[in-house]
Nanobody, 124 residues
Framework: QVQLVESGGGLVQAGGSLRLSCAAS????????MGWFRQAPGKERELVTS????????YYADSVKGRFTISRDNAKNTVYLQVTNLKPEDTAVYYC?????????????????WGQGTQVTVSS
């Protein structure tokens, strides 16, 4: 099992940027695909982006393509989410998650471990 701790959220104006980090502990981190989800008030949790075990393959939801970038540093057991050109509709709690597989995941059912989340609030 992988334990995950997110950081880097905050309050930012529209058009601004943030870098979210997810520190993982556990021996299997390097074998797992990772992902970032978000959940806005009153909405279901949605998969935003994911990355395969070695960082060579990624997936992005249409709503964030061109604005969000996922990356990972297996030597540091950390996955990152660079978010740019933020919009008020990006306001949500962002969660890091570990997949049961090594290949990039495109559905939430593949994810088995979750962090506690970090709040991102975008003001207009």
């Amino acid at each position: 099992q992988v334990q995950l701790v997110e950081s880097g959220g905050g309050l930012v104006q529209a058009g601004g940027s943030l870098r979210l980090s997810c520190a993982a502990s556990g021996r299997t981190f390097r074998n797992n695909a990772m992902g970032w989800f978000r959940q806005a008030p009153g909405k279901e949790r949605e998969l935003v982006t994911s990355i395969n075990w070695n960082g060579f393959s990624t997936y992005y939801a249409d709503s964030v393509k061109g604005r969000f970038t996922i990356s990972r540093d297996n030597a540091k057991n950390t996955v990152y989410l660079q978010v740019t050109n933020l919009k008020p509709e990006d306001t949500a709690v962002y969660y890091c998650a570990a997949s049961r597989h090594a290949w990039v995941a495109r559905t939430s059912v593949d994810f088995v471990s979750w962090g506690q989340g970090t709040q991102v609030t975008v003001s207009s």
